[in-house]
C-alpha cells in the first residue's frame, strides 16, 4: 500500500496545482518524437527496396538521423534561453511534422537524405528544452519528472514501430510513417496552448555562455572521471545506435522474420527499458555509477555473443530481452553528469557532453552496415558485445566514490 501511495502522491504532484497540461504536452510530445525516430529501423527494408539502397548506405540514412539529432542540441539549448522553450519545442515539432511529410514523398533517394537530415534537426531542437522547461516546472522534482517523460519515450518507442509496420504491410510504406505528421500537428498545437509563457531572455546572457562559461565548462570537462565516463557514454551511444539502427533489418534478412514480426521484436526491446530506466536510475542512487553500469551492461555481452548462433522466434525473443537492460545506462550516466558538474554550468555541460557524444555515436549504424554489406552482419554483433565489455572494464577502473 506504501508503494501505491507514494506513487499517487507523486503522480498528484506532477500533474496537479495546473501542471498537467503542460506535463502532458511535453511528455506525449517527446513520446510522438522519439517513436516516429524509431520507425525508421522498421521501415529500411522498404527504403532498401525503392530506393536501392545497399546495407552500408541504408545504414548511413540512419545515421544522418541521429547526426542531425545531435548536432543541434547545444543550440537548441542556447536558443531556447533567448527565446524561450515554448517557442523552440513548438518550431522543433513543427519542423520534424514538415520533414516527415517530405520523406514520404521523396522522389529520390537524394532528397530522401535531406529530408531525414531536417527530420533529425527538428528533433534536436526538444531536448535541452524540454529538460530546462521541466526543471522550472517542477523545481523540487526534476528527477520523477524527467523520469517519467522518459518512460514515455520509451512508450512511444514500444508502440509506434509496430504501428507502422503494419501500416506499412497492408497499405505502403508512406502511410506507414506518414501518419505520424498529423499526430506532430496536433502535438504542437497543444504545446502552444499548453505551455506558460515566458519572457525572451537578453542577449548578453550568449555572451555570456561564449565566455565566462565555457571556460568553467572545460575546466570541469577536463576532471579525469568526467572524460573516462564522458568516453563510455560515446561508446554505448555508438554501439546503441548501429545495433537499434539495422537490428530490424537484420531479423528479417538473416533470421527470416517478417517485417511485422521484427517490428514487434523491436518494441520489445524498448519495453523492457520503460521498466529498467527507473530501476536503473535508483541503482544509481543507491550503489552508485560503476556497480549499477555493470549491472545493466552484463546481460547485453551474454546477449549480443549469442545472437548470431540462435534461430527461431522464441529464442530471439529471449536474446532480445536479455539485450535490452542496456538501456538503463543512459539514466545512469545522465544522472552522473547531472552531479559532475556544479549548479551555475550544469545545462551547459550536459549539453556539451550530450552533443559531442551523440554526434561521434552517430556513426554505428554507417559503420555497421558497411561490414554488413560485406558479409560480416553476424560478426558485427559479436563486435558490439566486445565493446560493451571494452565499456564493462573501463567502468570498473572507476574507484569507488567517484561516480
Known sequence: MSVVASIGREARALLGDGKGRPFVAIAGT??????????????????????????????LLVTVLWLGSALGQLPGGILADRY??????????????????????????????????????????????????LAD????????????????????????????????????WQAGLGFITPLLVVAAVALWAALPRSAEADAGGVDEVSTDTTRRVLAELRRQNVVLIAFILFLYILVWQAFTGLYPTYLVEEKGLSSATASLLFSLFFAVGV????????TYDRVGL???????LAGPVVGFAILPVVEGLPALVGVTALVSPMLGSGAITQSYFSDAFSDSVRGTGLGVVRTATATLGAAGPVLFGTLADRGYFDEGYWLIGGVILVVIVLTLRIADGDG
Open 30 to 59: 517527446w513520446g510522438t518524437l522519439l517513436g516516429a525516430r524509431m520507425i525508421y529501423p522498421v521501415l529500411l527494408p522498404y527504403f532498401r527496396e525503392t530506393y536501392g539502397l545497399s546495407l552500408s548506405v541504408a545504414g
Open 84 to 133: 524561450s522553450e515554448r517557442s523552440v519545442m513548438t518550431a522543433g515539432t513543427v519542423v520534424v511534422a514538415v520533414a516527415i511529410a517530405a520523406v514520404v514523398s521523396a522522389p529520390s533517394a537524394l532528397f530522401l537524405f535531406a529530408a531525414t537530415a531536417l527530420v533529425g534537426v527538428g528533433q534536436s531542437l526538444y531536448p535541452i528544452a524540454r529538460i530546462t522547461m
Open 137 to 172: 516546472l517542477y523545481p523540487d522534482r526534476i528527477g520523477s519528472a524527467l523520469g517519467a517523460t522518459m518512460a514515455t519515450g520509451d512508450l512511444g518507442q514500444t508502440v509506434l514501430p509496430p504501428i507502422a509496420a503494419a501500416i506499412a504491410a497492408a497499405v505502403a
Open 275 to 282: 521498466v529498467v530506466k527507473p530501476v536503473a536510475g535508483a
Open 290 to 296: 560503476r556497480w549499477s553500469l555493470v549491472a545493466v
